[in-house]
């Protein structure tokens, strides 16, 4: 019997089958990639939000050169270490932004691709966006009035456990129905959240980096900037200069 693990590798023609059927699959962008980072298969929704007309002008290039400035370095240093330094990224949880700097959030996993000899020859990955709503998932009211609080309080420390019990939980079931209703832990959640805020106060001009900081719970300007930094991409302060109107 053929082995069916054969389905999964290019055609002769180039033409990959994971690839045509993740083509039609909503908000969810799959890549495979060479050793030197340099897409081999894509997924259409990868080649639309690229820009590029057809998938031809994404294959054999970088994510650097497919996507200019800030995304395209952030997703060449995961390449290099998904592939290099062999660390596997699981539900990494990263914001976008669209052409008016409006934030959009995606998990993204990525994984080394081996061949039958175990050599590293490549990456392989998905990107699913995080549903911009999840009032209407069956399980939203059980943990409604926890993601309320983290909404209305998200400057303050907070903790899961204490979430937890606003939802009449253990914290691990807590953790398992907050990933089934909202596709994310509580602390990607609260993350989510405090950055959306953040994006919000960034465009108000007689704010401080430091003012903008505490109000989206964070002790200081420095540790808002990493975690910011490492989510989107970019520090708030080249977020503030790319939305700020022009004179």
Known sequence: MEDPR???RPAPDGSWPLEALLDGAPG?????????????SVNDTLRRRSGAQH???VL?????????GDPGRRFN???VQTVRDGRELRDVLEMYFGPQGEPSWCLTHKIRLRNGTGQVVGLIGISRDVPASIERHEDFARVAEALSYMHEHHSRSLRVSALAARA???EDSFERLMRRVCHMTPQQFLIKVRLDAAVSLLREPNLSISEIAHACGYSDHSAFTRKFRSVAGISPQAYR???????
């Open 6 to 8: 054969e389905w999964l």
């Open 28 to 40: 969810l962008i799959f890549f495979v990639k060479d050793v030197q980072g340099r897409y081999v």
């Open 55 to 57: 998938k031809r002008d």
């Open 60 to 68: 054999g290039r970088t994510a650097a050169e497919v996507f200019m």
């Open 77 to 79: 240093e995961q390449d």
């Open 168 to 170: 009449g939980l253990s």
């Open 241 to 247: 200069e790319r939305v700020r109107p022009v004179a």
